[in-house]
């Protein structure tokens, strides 16, 4: 007689035997912490790692992969300028619920070619699959404009870029990637996802995050703004005027 496990315990196995018949991320990041200070011009992040598969052999075919470094989301308003009557004024304005203030994708390939419209919009692979979560009320074409100005206006600053060809494959098994950080980016926790891409399919993924914050002064000014923001701006409105006394004194001892 043969012996026949519990129901239950079957349940138990059933996500480990599943789970060995697909390959496996293992990735890390070249720095878990990314301190700002005064003299920060911007930082280079290595992610790399390497794909575990059955029975510790790659298929017979290449695999791609695709690499998202993502920063905290946040509500963002956009206006419009127009030249009325020759000056550039605000003409327009919408709001979006929540934009992520960092967004970078390094792919083996470009994500056209590896993944479906559908599956990259699961997955917001590619700038124009990002859930960008307008306010409402405006008409489509109206947030579509300005949705394409938000992604504009961030490629254009470094705060949102894709690198087709930016992911490299070493023997099926082992990948790297380099994103670069700008000097302005925004402080908080990025989260990066890895993805392993077979003929359009997302065999696998994994995530680690990243803390980027201010350290020193800078970070003592932040701080201080957040937790006392009206002594900050008291302070802020002295300092200003000081600065203004001051180049006026220099000013007429010039004169």
């Known amino acids: 007689m043969t012996a026949r496990l519990p129901p239950i315990l079957l349940g138990l196995l059933a996500p480990l035997v599943v789970a060995a018949d697909k390959p496996v991320l293992v990735p890390?990041?070249?720095?878990?912490?990314?301190?700002?200070?005064?003299?920060?011009t911007g930082a280079q992040?290595?992610?790399?790692?390497?794909?575990?598969?059955p029975g510790g052999r790659p298929p017979n075919r290449p695999l791609d992969i695709a690499v998202v470094l993502r920063g905290?989301?946040?509500?963002?308003?956009?206006r419009e300028k127009q030249k009325i009557a020759g000056i550039w004024m605000n003409a327009d304005s919408n709001r979006f619920r929540s934009a992520p203030s960092f967004y970078a994708v390094a792919s083996s390939r470009p994500i056209k070619d590896l993944v479906n419209d559908r599956t990259a919009a699961i997955y917001e692979l590619g700038l124009h699959n990002l859930q960008l979560s307008p306010g409402g009320g405006a008409l489509p074409e109206k947030e579509r404009r300005?949705?394409?100005?938000?992604?504009?206006?961030?490629?254009?600053?470094?705060?949102?870029?894709e690198d087709p060809h930016g992911v490299e494959i070493n023997g099926g098994v082992l990948y790297r990637a380099t994103i670069t950080i700008p000097s302005q980016v925004p402080v908080?926790?990025?989260t990066a996802e890895t993805f392993l891409i077979d003929r359009g399919r997302v065999l696998a993924a994994a995530t680690r995050d990243i803390q980027i914050d201010k350290s020193g002064f800078e970070r003592f000014v932040a701080l201080a703004a957040r937790r006392h923001q009206f002594l900050y701006g008291l302070a802020s409105v002295a300092l200003s005027l000081a600065l203004g006394w001051a180049a006026a004194a220099a000013f007429r001892r010039r004169i």
């Open 28 to 40: 890390d990041i070249s720095a878990r912490q990314v301190q700002i200070r005064y003299s920060f």
């Open 45 to 53: 992040l290595l992610l790399f790692g390497a794909v575990i598969y």
């Open 72 to 78: 905290p989301v946040q509500p963002i308003l956009v």
């Open 146 to 161: 300005f949705e394409a100005g938000l992604l504009d206006l961030r490629r254009r600053h470094g705060l949102y870029y």
């Open 188 to 190: 908080g926790t990025y």
